[in-house]
């Protein structure tokens, strides 16, 4: 039997960001991802499953964007352990 | 092309100076600077407090000023970004450019500033007399955006 993977291998790293930070009250957080990887799509619905604010503030029509390792991604960006997905509101700087 | 992410205040004069230093090509120097209003969507505003996504910001004005440096006829951009707890009349962000001729430093300097105002990673929290709350994104700023969209690379504006 192999031993099983390290957890930052399959671990994802992620990241809420303003409003979303102090709606869920945590900054950033470890999720475990099946072996293989996930999507983006496939995250945001495992997060929306935890119900309540979750499946709120993450609804479909919600204007919710998802930076992958630091850039824009789409819902079919592929996530593997060890990257980091960030949970972006409409942003408002200038 | 430097872009810079600091809660330190910036001086304008300072910073196109260094912008420009010794170079003899710049003929036209365009400037942008947005401050810190005391009065939003009908709501006194006493503080304004500016958060970031650190390493994807400068990542995202980095892009933002290769794209316009790619676009326009000009020869270098700046961009400085303040965060943290602000006041009215604070200054929050300066974008300048330089090129040989103003219509291409105009139009870089607007572009970047109506890219960064939609693709980099900062939000706005004020605090009014009814307490803090996140500054909403207007759909205005959206459509300055698209507009560039638009109009295509190499076209000189909206």
Redesign the interface.
């Known amino acids: 039997m192999r031993d099983a993977p390290p957890d930052s291998l399959t671990r994802l790293n992620v ?1 809420y ?3 979303l930070r102090e709606a869920f009250g945590v900054a950033a957080e470890p999720l475990q991802l099946p072996e293989g990887g996930s999507t983006v799509a496939e995250v945001l619905a495992q997060l929306r499953a935890r119900g309540g604010t979750w499946s709120a503030e993450l609804a479909a029509g919600r ?1 919710v964007r998802v ?1 992958v390792n ?2 824009m991604a789409t819902p079919d960006t592929p996530v593997r352990g060890g990257d980091e997905l ?1 949970l ?7 | 092309m430097p872009v810079r992410v600091q809660t330190a205040d910036f001086d304008v004069s300072h910073e196109i100076a260094a912008l420009r230093a010794g170079d003899a090509r710049v003929g036209a120097v365009a400037s942008f600077i947005g401050t810190v209003r005391d009065v939003n969507d009908a709501a006194a505003v006493s503080t304004l407090t500016l958060e970031h996504y650190p390493g994807m910001t400068e990542k995202a004005l980095e892009a933002i000023v290769s794209e316009a440096r790619a676009r326009f006829d000009v020869y270098d951009a700046l961009v400085v970004h303040r965060v943290g707890e602000l006041a009215p009349t604070d200054q929050i962000v300066l974008v300048v450019v330089t090129g040989a001729h103003r219509e291409a430093a105009f139009d870089a300097c607007r572009f970047l500033m109506d890219y960064l105002k939609t693709r980099a990673p900062f939000w706005k929290k004020e605090r009014t007399p009814d307490g803090t709350r996140w500054v909403e994104a207007r759909a205005s700023d959206d459509e300055a955006a698209a507009r560039w969209q638009a109009a295509g690379a190499g076209d000189t504006g909206p």
Request: glycine share 12%.
């Open positions: 990241v960001l303003a409003r204007a930076a630091q850039a960030a972006l509101p409409p942003i408002t700087g200038g």
